[in-house]
């Protein structure tokens, strides 16, 4: 797998959703940071991964539906599906770490369902003020 295509960002649960498990935040290539939906199956049974969709009536009335997000090479494709899988469960495991009291001060930052990686104590007021560019 080659984690230089894809880094792992974040990972919200949503546990009052019906259908989505989660939202994984994953950066595509060192450039363009993507949120997708991780969707249980019909069955409930599975789950899978998906990017955001617009649906529409193509000329015939049925509904169609476009994927906001597609890539070109099929292989990538599953190589990010799996890397998404991957890190999910990491972040799913971790937050279950948290919530029993088994993490570290540092993972016990996002106790409200966002699980992180690679940040390792939260931001002063002063860094975010300067990367969000704020006035205070």
Same mark, same amino acid.
């Given at each position: 797998?080659?984690?230089n295509?894809f880094e792992?960002?974040?990972y919200?649960?949503?546990?009052?959703?019906?259908?989505?498990?989660?939202?994984?935040?994953?950066?595509?290539y060192g450039k363009?940071i993507?949120?997708?939906?991780?969707?249980?199956?019909?069955?409930g049974?599975?789950?899978f991964?998906?990017?955001a969709?617009y649906s529409?009536q193509?000329?015939?009335g049925?509904?169609?539906y476009?994927?906001?997000?597609?890539?070109?090479d099929?292989?990538?494709?599953?190589?990010?599906?799996?890397?998404?899988?991957?890190?999910?469960?990491? /972040?799913i495991?971790q937050?279950?770490a948290?919530?029993?009291? @088994? !993490? $570290? +001060?540092?993972? /016990?930052?996002y106790?409200?369902?966002?699980?992180?990686?690679n @940040? !390792? $104590? +939260?931001?002063?007021?002063p860094?975010?003020?300067?990367?969000?560019?704020?006035p205070?």
């Open positions: 797998m080659n984690n295509n792992f960002k974040s919200t649960p949503t546990p009052q959703d019906q259908y989505m498990l989660g939202i994984v935040k994953v950066k595509l363009v993507v949120n997708f939906k991780h969707v249980k199956t019909k069955d049974t599975g789950d991964f998906c990017s969709s529409f193509d000329a015939g049925e509904k169609k476009l994927p906001c997000v597609m890539l070109n099929r292989d990538d494709e599953e190589e990010m599906l799996n890397f998404m899988r991957q890190k999910s469960h990491e /972040a495991a937050r279950s948290i919530k029993n009291n @088994q !993490a $570290s +001060p540092q993972q /016990a930052y106790p409200h369902g966002m699980v992180q990686q @940040q !390792a $104590s +939260p931001p002063s007021m860094e975010v003020a300067q990367n969000d560019s704020l205070f």
